[in-house]
């Protein structure tokens, strides 16, 4: 009696494994036909490391605009240039 619902459990087990196959690899052929946008990267003045300007902490106003990894090179930059 309990070996019909031992393969009962592994036959559904198989078919949700079937289907999440199915799935992951829809939603990876989904995925790679869609081209993510390209971000303009600027180079930190102080350590050279390339940042996205739209989450990068900034001096400066206009064209004069700087970018920078983080706050500690955004401080040296001041400190040297900005006195």
Do not use: H
């Amino acid at each position: 009696m309990t070996g019909w619902i031992l393969k009962l459990i592994l036959l559904i087990l198989v078919i949700r494994a079937v289907l999440r196959l199915f799935r992951g690899i829809t939603d990876g052929l989904r995925n790679s036909m869609t081209t993510p946008k390209a971000v303009a990267l600027v180079r930190d003045p102080v350590c050279g490391t390339f940042v996205a300007p739209a989450s990068a902490p900034s001096f400066g106003t206009g064209s004069e605009m700087q970018f920078f990894c983080s706050e500690r090179c955004r401080r040296a930059y001041q400190a040297k240039f900005a006195s």
